[in-house]
């Protein structure tokens, strides 16, 4: 019903952050049927995420892949097996990639309209903001129309581009200045460490779902470098917040050994 969320793009990002926890909860203890239906929903995501034509939705989610089969074949197979699968899998898919004519192989190797060296003076729009207005920004939802007084760069990108710097920690510092880029990145570190009881947790169900949320936060994080989101009212992005701490106060509540006496 929601389409593409607003914007291809923007619907990458919603991937990204599920698709991992769906690869990591199919090695977890989960019955035959419910398996099959959740492989279902991670290859269709997988298929919408392609769908997208987003370099670094698809490229991030494939790096978050790579590193829960790595965690989950070298258990499984030690580490010099699973590496040479791992390697073997990945030219494999590369080749098909770069072999078959499709749109995924057009976007990444053909012309893309200047949109990937848009992003440089963008950011050189972004860091005359910061420089200007460090502490405070320019206010939520300001970004936009500030830009315009602060954009000095030959191509007037502003004008021509009518976007937000791609990238998550500028756009926030320029919108809520440092003081909230280092509020927003204590609240990532407070999540994570929130999370640590999870991967740890003897309970491999819950062990899976921490590893694939975490997995799936990195991989937001690393596209966030070269894209942008409207990150205050991205709804998956908090809740899978919500949800890591949540998950990480159960377990540590569930498998912390109180201490004897």
Known sequence: ????????????????????????????????????????????????????????????????VVLILWSRWSKALGLVRAGVALALTIIALTSLLFVIPNP????????????????????????????DRPLLGVGLNNYTEAARAYDHTPEQIIALWNAPVHSLFLFIAGEVGLIGLASFLLLLIGVVRALLPALRSPDPLVASAGLGIVVGLMAFLLHSQVDYSSWPLFDTLWFLLGLSVGIGRLSAALWTVPPEG
Do not use: C, W
Not at 105 to 126: F, K, L, Q, S
């Open 104 to 131: 995924v192989r057009t976007r990444i190797v053909e012309h893309d309209y200047g949109n990937a060296y848009g992003r440089v003076p963008n950011m050189e729009v972004a860091f005359n903001i910061i420089r």
């Open 1 to 64: 019903v929601g389409g593409t969320l607003g914007h291809p793009n923007t619907l990458a990002m919603f991937l990204e952050l599920l698709l991992p926890l769906g690869v990591s909860l199919l090695f977890g203890p989960l019955d035959r049927q419910v398996k099959l239906v959740a492989g279902l929903a991670v290859v269709l995501g997988g298929l919408g995420l392609v769908a997208t034509l987003s370099r670094g939705g698809v490229m991030a989610t494939a790096f978050g």
